[in-house]
């Protein structure tokens, strides 16, 4: 998300003119990497102009960046006490409150960086997993919603929108959403576990069997993969193929409890 605010307030600086020069440099160094320079141009910029949210903002990117999460937070709660439009600084002191483990926080901080930019899609999305965190589905998939406004192919939001209504119970709309996804990425594997898995909440099992079989393919790796595709060929009849499906799962993940697996093979039933 950081990726896109700094091309925003890029532009924003840009528009700024005169004066605006340390603020262009810093930035200048902190896509080159140079987090050290970068930070003393901002430092200058802030020094010159003291009630300027902008340095503050930069500087809690940096912070971010050095792994300094407090100090990130402290920046960003200066810039927004300056300037309480600035969206981005709300979005980014919201994620800090939320790996923090300080939801409700999070939360009041993604709703005023929604209402300083109702246009932000790292706003609306940030939103989205603050609602995600807190449970709050119907609120979860009404954010992501708006982050797709934004950006109608992003596939991060489309797969979270289609969890959001998984959870919710809303099988038809997450079923769509996970196919767009898998029509974007049809080379991701988490987007055809996805889509295999909600096809099979939905009792559409040989779809299912398809697409978590495309998973597995695409990430032999991929245990939990492995465990939905057991599951479904056993509703299928497919014992031979619930078996060599628990066989991979159990070589991914050789401390899991047997006695479930064992007995469901028992008492599978070919059909």
């Excluded at 300056?82 to 600084?89: G, I, M, R, Y």
Aim: glycine residues 8%; aromatic residues 6%.
């Amino acid at each position: 998300m950081i990726a896109h605010m700094l091309t925003q307030l890029a532009l924003w600086v840009l528009a700024a003119g005169a004066g605006a020069g340390p603020l262009e440099r810093g930035e200048a160094l902190l896509e080159k990497g140079d987090l050290s320079g970068a930070r003393t141009a901002f430092s200058e910029a802030q020094r010159a102009a003291p009630k300027d949210a902008r340095p503050y903002y930069y500087l809690g990117v940096i912070a971010e960046k050095q792994g300094d999460p407090r100090a990130a937070s402290t920046h960003y709660e200066k810039a927004v006490a300056l300037d309480p439009k600035l969206a981005e600084a709300w979005t980014n002191l919201s994620a800090l409150d939320l790996a923090a483990g300080r939801p409700d926080d999070a939360l009041k901080a993604a709703l005023r960086a929604t209402a300083a930019r109702p246009d932000s899609f790292e706003a609306w999305f940030n939103l989205g997993l603050v609602h995600d965190a807190l449970k709050r589905h119907a609120e979860a998939i009404r954010a992501y919603s708006s982050a797709l406004k934004q950006k109608p192919n992003d596939l991060d939001t489309l797969v979270n929108l289609g969890a959001a209504e998984r959870r919710a119970g809303s099988l038809d709309g997450a079923i769509g959403h996970f196919q767009q996804a898998v029509r974007l990425a049809p080379k991701d594997a988490q987007a055809h576990y996805n889509l295999g898995a909600c096809l099979s909440d939905a009792g559409k099992l040989d779809d299912a069997a398809r697409e978590i079989r495309t998973a597995v393919t695409i990430d032999a790796k991929y245990a939990l993969a492995w465990r939905r595709l057991a599951s479904v060929e056993l509703k299928r009849g497919r014992c031979e193929g619930a078996r060599a499906a628990f066989a991979e799962f159990f070589k991914l993940a050789p401390k899991s409890p047997r006695g479930e697996a064992d007995d469901a093979l028992k008492a599978c039933k070919p059909r």
